[in-house]
């Protein structure tokens, strides 16, 4: 139930902007279309209850990280706008019923999300819109291209990223950019500054934690092709994963400033949006293998061994060190992810979903699309993979990118002591077995 009150007047029709995954007022679609419409503008958040309570730990990173947003958003509107947000907690159906009892809204904006859920739950609100006549307006907003905006001849998904990603910079390209300037039109909001809802209201504790800048540094994205792979560089990676995932920052503007300083930087952007589409066109991919005769791959799924792997006690520094950094942090550098993915999947032939549902519960940037898409293709079941043959060497990849041992050093202070175990497993063995595995 709403909480407070409404004081718009009833007889004036209003638009509401709900925002989910674009958490700022700047070069924001929906929040644009809805301020241009005339009508006063309700900004809403809702803490969806389904989500929330799912989650098992009440610090979590992520909630906190959606509340600094939305308080940062709040108080800007508050000091500049005389407005504010309403953020609501529920189930939004339920909600939506609520508000359209208590404000005269004409019509309904929002940014499309394309996982799965997200799908179903705005299903279910547009029909209960529509069934008071009252639009409910998508907008694209968290990726350049979307749906079938970029098919292949026959009119086909992409299921390999390489032709997908010379069709998405070719029509990126030839195009006109456009943007969003929402941040001119603020004061056509509604005034109304509704209470804020507290962290511990919604059942959530703040944590304490400091997240990466939304501001990346030119430098970082110029020199990526030469710093990317290097895990001990504090500033080898933009950390720009969090707030692509929450909105914090536009992708317009950033893949603009990467067109112009690093195309390599710019595919990593395109991998994101090929993963979207290949879970917007086969969303089946969230439970299952894309290739689905991997679903018959004998997994050993040895608990004991996923809690080392977990813990980050497998004797394989590189992993380990990985597995530490993202327990303590939330984050773990690319690299370094896709070496404790193979080991998992590879070495100790645990289910790639077993690693898929842990990364979702600690990762600060996780994305169901991207998330899913780069397990499957380490573990070799997804549309565009590593062929099942190609087993990275914790060893090797160690050796190749922290030579000096600066990165595992920062996270194994025992390395080289009695307390750091032996190699939990033989990787000549642990090749060999997963080869036979996946050749049956």
Request: proline fraction near 6%; charge should be neutral; glycine fraction near 6%.
């Amino acid at each position: 139930m709403i909480a407070t009150k409404p004081m718009a007047s009833k007889e004036t029709p209003i638009a509401l902007c709900w925002f989910r995954r674009d958490l700022r007022l700047e070069d924001n679609h929906a929040l644009w279309q809805a301020l241009r419409t005339g009508r006063p503008v309700l900004p809403l958040f809702i803490f969806d209850r389904e989500i929330l309570d799912a989650l098992s730990e009440k610090e979590d990173r992520r909630v906190a990280f959606i509340y600094s947003a939305l308080e940062a958003m709040d108080r800007h509107l508050r000091e500049e706008h005389r407005s504010g947000i309403l953020c609501l907690q529920g189930r939004p159906e339920e909600l939506f019923g609520q508000l359209l009892n208590d404000y005269p809204i004409a019509e309904v904006f929002c940014n499309e999300d394309y996982e799965p859920y997200a799908v179903a739950r705005d299903r279910k609100v547009e029909q209960l819109l529509a069934d008071k006549g009252i639009p409910l307006r998508r907008c694209k907003d968290q990726v350049i291209f979307h749906k079938d905006e970029i098919l292949t001849v026959a009119g086909k998904p992409y299921s390999v990223y390489t032709p997908y990603s010379r069709a998405w910079l070719s029509k990126y390209r030839e195009g006109e950019q456009r943007f969003y300037p929402s941040e001119e039109l603020l004061g056509n909001l509604l005034k109304e500054v509704p209470p804020m809802l507290t962290l511990a209201a919604i059942g959530f504790r703040d944590t304490g934690f400091r997240f990466p800048p939304a501001e990346v540094d030119e430098v970082v994205i110029a020199d990526y092709e030469q710093t990317r792979d290097l895990p001990a560089l504090e500033h080898g990676v933009s950390r720009m994963g969090v707030h692509l995932r929450f909105g914090t920052v536009s992708i317009r503007k950033l893949a603009l400033r990467a067109s112009l300083l690093s195309e390599t930087y710019l595919k990593e952007l395109i991998w994101h949006e090929f993963f979207m589409q290949v879970l917007w066109h086969f969303p089946y991919v969230a439970e299952g293998p894309f290739r689905k005769k991997y679903e018959a791959i004998l997994w050993e799924n040895n608990e004991d061994d996923f809690v080392r792997w977990c813990n980050g006690t497998t004797g394989y520094p590189i992993v380990d060190a990985g597995m530490r950094e993202l327990n303590a942090t939330g984050f773990m550098h690319n690299r370094v992810r896709m070496v404790a993915a193979s080991f998992l999947t590879k070495h100790l032939l645990i289910d790639w979903r077993w690693g898929e549902a842990y990364f979702a519960a600690k990762l600060l940037d996780y994305d169901l699309a991207a998330n899913n898409g780069n397990w499957q293709w380490v573990a070799g079941t997804g549309c565009d993979a590593v062929p099942y043959f190609r087993i990275f060497n914790p060893s090797e990849q160690l050796k190749r990118f922290d030579p000096r041992q600066e990165y595992i050093r920062r996270w194994i202070p025992e390395l080289g002591s009695a307390a750091y175990p032996a190699p939990m497993v033989d990787h000549s063995f642990a090749r060999q077995r997963a080869l036979e595995r996946y050749k049956v």
